[in-house]
């Protein structure tokens, strides 16, 4: 008993450890609201204060909806702030787009919030609004708009190719150290510049359910992931690329052993790809 009792303590050490080195990755702190890009949710909160001109019974009530619409604001901005491509952010996008302005505006008008309120001693009401990313109708959904097809552009991998195929369920690429940025359609390319993974690869289907890239910032808590599924490839990127830092750069040597089989293309349509990022 003394030796299961000191295994299980060493077991639970290591398992707090992994667990105390896995943090959210997030991105776009605008003021109260954030991206949660393992999690893959937009996280906002407003604060709604009573109205002392009001009847006391309707302070809070009109504290809540004042605290709802902040969250929605604070939400509308997060959005905004995300990129969406390598030179691109949803700003710019929505910006020449009122179809888009309206779309995102309409989805997230649709949630409510998350969890109960929190009141004040004040009177002061605190709400959370938590909004997937992905899903049909989501704001990834609406983001991609026509760029991506129902199916992949790419059925052949074209570049220099590894003498050796191997075949791989997923790729986890360790970005660490690289300050690369999470954003909705990056890409990996090759050191000539050729792309190896990118929205020409993807499943309109598979992106609107899971992203096109997950993100996490722990190496052992990503080759965990179904998302990679049991012998994903693990490749170090060599710098973060694009104007928005969003896109990875790998080695040739690397972009190769992924081009060694056909059957390779199957967890590049499938997204089955996560940046490790610090």
């Keep these: 008993m003394q030796y299961l009792s000191r295994g ?3 077991f639970l050490s290591a398992s707090l450890s992994l667990s105390a080195q896995i943090q959210p990755v997030v991105s776009g702190d605008h003021g109260q609201g954030q991206v949660d890009w393992s999690e893959r949710y937009i996280v906002s909160t407003g604060i709604g204060a009573p109205n002392p001109e009001l009847p006391q019974s309707a302070q809070r009530p009109g504290a809540e909806r004042a605290a709802r619409m902040a969250a929605l ?4 901005e997060t959005v905004k702030g995300i990129h969406l491509n390598s030179s691109t952010t ?8 009122d179809v888009i302005t309206s779309q995102v ?8 919030q998350e969890g109960r309120p929190k ?3 004040d009177g002061t009401v605190e709400i959370t609004m938590k909004i997937p990313l992905d899903g049909i ?3 990834g959904d609406i983001l991609y708009g026509k760029s991506l097809g129902e199916s992949p552009s790419i059925n052949r991998f074209e570049g220099k190719k590894a003498a050796s195929p191997t075949v791989f369920t997923g790729l986890i690429v360790d970005c660490t150290g690289l ?6 359609s990056p890409k990996v390319i ?7 993974y990118g929205s020409a690869y993807v499943s309109r289907e598979w992106a609107i359910k899971h992203g096109m890239v997950g993100y996490s910032n722990n190496l052992s808590a990503a080759a965990s992931l179904d998302r990679v599924g049991d012998n994903p490839g693990q490749i170090k990127a060599l710098r973060a690329s694009g104007d928005n830092a969003t896109d990875v750069v790998i080695s040739s040597s690397d972009a190769a052993s992924v081009r060694s089989a056909g059957e390779n293309l199957k967890f590049l349509n499938e997204c089955r790809v996560v940046f490790v990022v610090d």
């Design 119 to 121: 009141y004040m001693s």
């Design 190 to 196: 090759d050191e000539s510049g050729k792309e190896v």
């Design 179 to 184: 300050n690369l940025k999470p954003a909705l």
């Design 8 to 10: 299980f303590l060493l």
């Design 105 to 112: 505006n309409g989805y997230l008008q649709g949630f409510e």
């Design 73 to 76: 604001r604070n939400a509308l």
């Design 90 to 97: 949803v700003q710019n996008f929505m910006t020449t787009n």
């Design 137 to 139: 109708g989501s704001v």
